[in-house]
């Protein structure tokens, strides 16, 4: 195995391209080392991002928040700005793991590792996130949504990668929060998850976005759950139709952490709870 650590992201993408054997980055590591430990994964080159100084940190843009994809979950931890402005997706990242995870992990390798209980994708979802990705052929831009196609796949092609995040400015007036169960309280991946977003106008909820995790093959954005709540100041009734909107979307696995019954009826009580906290935040009453 071959082991590279460019300093730019042309450089990496460049290398990726060439490779005729399996090629993946390294950012944290911390599912790829597992994996490769294991021998799920053998690659015939590694490609360390953690080099590149346009991967690293957070910055704040005339549009919103960039961070670059090799970014530690500890250090969005500590961004005071952005726990400001994305709390939810903020505390959805540090639930990964532990200290020691938080201190290598990403988000951007938790989006392309690709599992379906993810815990920072569905509130990057919910927050309208979008990646920049890189290749040799040139840059696009693509909605978070588009980039997870199902449990370990991506719609990422040969030669790219991904070199940051962004999140738009949040509107005044908005909120959004993350939620998942796990069966106990520290380092366990959600048996379901919810996120969501929302933006108020004269205390009625204007718009929102509601994403779950853990009950699909890939995270999955809920319009009926934001439309039972759009035009309503939350109130029960809309928190409920919010609770079967999303109870209805869910198509879980049933194994010994989650029967599919138990699974779809969790996703509609951490759809509500996730509403109201967004709510809360945004200012709501
Ligand atoms: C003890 C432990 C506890 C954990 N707890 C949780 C948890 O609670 N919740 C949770 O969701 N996950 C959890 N995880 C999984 C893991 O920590 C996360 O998925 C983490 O965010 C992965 O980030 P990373 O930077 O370490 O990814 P890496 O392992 O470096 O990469 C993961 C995958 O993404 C690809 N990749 C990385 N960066 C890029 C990029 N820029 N462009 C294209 N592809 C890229 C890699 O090639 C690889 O396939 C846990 C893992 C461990 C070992």
């Known amino acids: 195995m ?14 990726l391209a060439k490779e005729k054997g399996q090629a993946f980055v390294l950012a944290g590591g911390t599912d790829l080392i597992v994996r490769m430990r294991l021998g799920m994964t053998e690659p015939d080159l590694v490609v360390d991002i953690k080099n590149i100084a346009s991967m690293q940190g957070v910055t ?9 994809a090799a970014t530690s979950g500890a250090v969005l931890g500590e961004n005071k700005a952005l726990i400001k402005a994305w709390p939810g997706v903020v505390e959805a990242v540090n639930l990964i793991g532990s200290d020691q ?10 989006l392309c590792n690709a599992s ?19 290749s040799p052929k040139g840059r696009r831009t693509v909605a978070v949504e588009k980039i ?4 370990g796949q991506t719609s990422l092609k040969k030669g790219e990668l991904i070199e940051s995040i962004t999140l738009p400015k949040p509107l005044p007036r908005s909120g959004d929060a993350y939620l998942r169960f796990i069966p106990r309280t520290e380092m366990d991946i959600a048996v379901v998850s919810a996120a969501v977003s929302l933006t108020l106008e004269r205390g009625v ?20 759950a934001a439309k039972a709540i759009i035009g309503t100041k939350l109130d029960d009734a809309a928190l409920e139709k919010l609770a079967k909107a999303c109870s209805d979307m869910c198509n879980p696995i049933d194994d010994k952490r989650g029967t599919i019954e ?10 509500k709870r996730a509403a109201k906290i967004a709510f809360q935040r945004a200012g709501g009453s």
């Open 2 to 15: 071959r082991y590279e650590a460019p300093n730019t992201t042309k450089e990496a993408a460049a290398l």
């Open 60 to 68: 704040r843009t005339a549009t919103g928040t960039r961070i670059g």
């Open 101 to 110: 995870i938080q201190s290598r992990c990403t988000m951007v390798g938790n």
């Open 116 to 134: 379906p209980a993810a815990d920072s994708v569905p509130a990057m979802i919910a927050a309208g996130a979008k990646a920049q990705i890189v």
């Open 148 to 151: 997870v196609t199902g449990p």
């Open 205 to 224: 909820v204007k718009k929102a976005r509601v994403v779950l995790g853990a009950v699909a093959p890939t995270a999955v954005i809920v319009p009926a």
């Open 262 to 271: 138990y699974r779809t009826k969790v996703a509609g009580v951490l759809g």
